[in-house]
């Protein structure tokens, strides 16, 4: 069965520095993407970066990379050189690419706080 | 600009009522999807449409219904409100197609209490 696993409820960072946020997935569907989004304190949901389950590269867009690990069913989400409005919530999730499969389910979230 | 709008940013009901929870949007994307937000539960599926008249379960379907009678226009339907559906209501939509830019966009959110 589809699932998304995120296991760091919540993590602190010093601005400027780096952070990795955990996710791991599980599916037997070959085909599938993987999304970062970022919810503020607003409550909007912000796409940040997606990693297709055939892309050969590592996903970037400006200071976020997702380090894909296919075989280890892992999606870490890496925001470099840490702002203070950076401070949300993170979530990862997943679409299957199969027919009549558009689910799309996200993992339980990680409260990224950056502090000075 | 591309937009998903909610008909309601707050609401409250009494249990028992129906409640009805519209989502619209102007992307003409195929799938459509309705979420709660509880804290410590991240988002729940509860309906997804892929196309008008198309429904599928979630994985939280119980309490719910769903209606999809226009290609833009996908509703959420509690057939009696309890205590328990008090929540954050996400909608969002996302072409049918999966790729790079197939994101799901994401509606403003609906805050219900029920009492």
């Known amino acids: 069965a589809q699932k998304i696993t995120q296991t760091q409820p919540g993590m602190f960072v010093q601005e400027k520095e780096a952070v990795t946020l955990d996710c791991t997935y599980d599916t037997s569907d070959p085909s599938y993407g993987l999304f970062w989004y970022k919810q503020p304190s607003s409550g909007e949901m912000i796409f940040l970066i997606y990693q297709g389950s055939y892309d050969q590269q590592n996903a970037t867009e400006g200071r976020y990379s997702l380090n894909f690990q296919k075989a280890r069913k892992s999606a870490n989400l890496v925001i470099s050189a840490s702002q203070l409005g950076d401070s949300a919530m993170y979530f990862c999730?997943?679409?299957?690419?199969?027919?009549?499969?558009?689910?799309?389910?996200f993992g339980t979230g990680t409260r990224l706080q950056v502090f000075p | 600009d591309v937009k998903v709008t909610q008909s309601s940013r707050y609401l409250v009901k009494r249990t028992g009522e129906k409640v009805f929870l519209e989502c619209v949007q102007d992307?003409?994307?195929?799938?459509m999807f309705w979420y709660r937000q509880d804290p410590g539960l991240g988002l729940r599926l509860i309906y997804f449409s892929y196309d008008v008249k198309m429904k599928e379960k979630g994985d939280i379907p119980e309490g719910y219904s769903v209606s999809r009678e226009k290609k833009e226009r996908f509703s959420l339907i509690l057939e009696s409100a309890s205590t328990n559906q008090t929540s954050m209501y996400l909608c969002?939509?996302?072409?049918?197609?999966?790729?790079?830019?197939?994101?799901?966009?994401f509606g403003q959110g609906t805050r219900l209490t029920v009492v």
């Open positions: 992307m003409d994307h195929e799938n």
């Open positions: 969002a939509s996302s072409p049918r197609f999966m790729g790079a830019n197939t994101e799901a966009f």
């Open positions: 999730a997943m679409r299957e690419g199969s027919h009549n499969t558009d689910k799309l389910i």
